[in-house]
């Protein structure tokens, strides 16, 4: 899982395929399919923590799910980022630049929501905690998240 690692990415934030993530209160933000594509294709399934900016705004701690997209009946991966933040708006077509840094488990089935919710607030405490250190904070200041705005372009 971590050959790929760290992974810098960006592209447009698209509507997902409504799983009520929101109503869980954990939103994840979708990556068309054009920038998933552009993923490498051996990258594993699973959960990932890293740093994630909106627009030209903060960066801030994400969890990701890499994952197979029911919609498309899970012949094609989903990216979905939750960022660790609490936005006054939603931002739909906007430009998200992430950094997938470090793996925190694979995909599982959960019996219960609650199970479902738990597992997420760890994966975030353990994010949280994994970004805290130097090695991985020194990536929040990475150029990527600094450059100018008519240089942002998809996957770059
Ligand atoms: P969808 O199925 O359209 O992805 P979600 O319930 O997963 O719907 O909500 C995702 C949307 O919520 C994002 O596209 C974004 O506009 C908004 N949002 C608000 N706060 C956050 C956050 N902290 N992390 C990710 N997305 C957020
Ligand atoms: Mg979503």
Redesign the pocket.
């Known amino acids: 899982a971590m050959k790929h690692l760290p992974y810098f990415c960006r592209g447009e934030?698209?509507?997902?395929?409504?799983?009520?993530?929101?109503?869980l209160g954990i939103?994840?933000?979708?990556f068309s399919e054009q920038v998933v594509e552009s993923f490498p294709s051996d990258i594993s399934t699973g959960i990932y923590y890293g740093w994630a900016c909106v627009g030209n705004g903060d960066v801030h701690k994400?969890v990701l799910s890499i994952g197979w997209n029911p919609f498309y009946k899970n012949t094609k991966k989903s990216v979905?980022?939750?960022?660790?933040?609490?936005?006054k708006?939603?931002?739909?077509g906007e430009i998200l630049s992430i950094v997938i840094i470090g793996y925190i488990r694979p995909e599982k089935n959960f019996d219960s929501l609650e199970a479902l919710i738990s597992a997420i607030q760890e994966d975030i405490e353990e994010a949280k905690r994994q970004l805290d250190l130097p090695e991985h904070l020194k990536l929040k200041e990475d150029n990527f998240f600094h450059l100018p705005e008519r240089k942002i372009v998809n996957n770059h």
């Open positions: 934030v698209v509507k997902g395929f409504g799983r009520g993530s929101k109503e939103p994840t933000a979708n994400m979905e980022t939750h960022i660790i933040h609490t936005f708006e939603d931002f739909y």
